[in-house]
């Protein structure tokens, strides 16, 4: 089972960059690693998903070392509006490997 | 699309009682998970169907029971409420391929046992 950890809180200015770090020491090769966020009082929602390397969307960019054991998660200028509990979710075909972790809260300082 | 809905949104049982939460998607999401979500804690599985007729165990199956005669319902049941059972539960859904596709979470469902 390739469990995750993550730094349990962070704390950043508005219009900072942020890097939240995931270690996943166990990850097999056909993991893949997702990042979620989550508001209070609501469901995960879906930022940002890859394999290996870097990923970038509209959203977020995630960097992934050669060896896989670990990932960043980066937002870049962040607002008040990103303050929530950033997941990372390590997982492949199939659905009993998913574990979420206890995340890490980003706090956005104005 | 409504994507996954949830109901009830908050129920308070008395320990003992039985209730079934409900979850529905009209994705035409083969994949479909059932989560808790303890107060300052992550989502921990407790069940999950890779389509009709077929469920499986997660991580915390204890207490709890699901079906899945159609695609676009899975139904969570609770048998005997115990307090250790309060806690937010979200059902999610996806498109088939599990943890490697994105997952789509419900509002939650917030259950109190006293």
């Known amino acids: 089972l390739a469990k995750t950890t993550q730094p349990i809180s962070m704390d950043s200015y508005e219009g900072q960059e942020v890097n939240i770090t995931c270690s996943h020491n166990?990850?097999?090769?056909?993991?893949?690693i997702t990042w979620y966020q989550q508001f209070p009082s609501q469901g995960p929602r879906f930022i940002i998903q890859?394999?290996?390397t870097k990923v970038t969307n509209e959203v977020a960019s995630l960097f992934i070392p050669a060896d896989r054991k670990s990932s960043t998660l980066s937002l870049p200028r962040v607002s008040l509006s990103d303050t929530a509990v950033y997941y990372c979710?390590?997982?492949?075909?199939?659905?009993?490997?998913?574990?979420f972790g206890t995340g890490t809260r980003l706090t956005v300082i104005p | 699309n409504a994507g996954v809905t949830q109901t009830p949104k908050f129920r308070i049982l008395k320990i003992g009682q039985s209730m079934t939460l409900q979850c529905a998607q009209d994705?035409?999401?083969?994949?479909m998970y059932w989560y808790r979500q303890d107060p300052g804690m992550g989502l921990k599985l407790i069940y999950y169907s890779v389509g009709a007729g077929i469920t499986d165990k997660g991580e915390v199956p204890n207490g709890y029971n699901v079906s899945r005669s159609t695609t676009e319902d899975f139904p969570l049941r609770l048998e005997l409420a115990a307090p250790s059972q309060t806690s937010v539960y979200f059902c999610a859904s996806s498109p088939p391929g599990g943890g490697q596709e994105t997952q789509y979470f419900g509002p939650g469902t917030r259950l109190l046992v006293l």
């Open positions: 890859g394999y290996k």
């Open positions: 979710l390590v997982g492949s075909t199939g659905a009993n490997n998913l574990f």
């Open positions: 994705m035409n999401h083969n994949y």
């Open positions: 166990n990850i097999a090769t056909n993991d893949y």
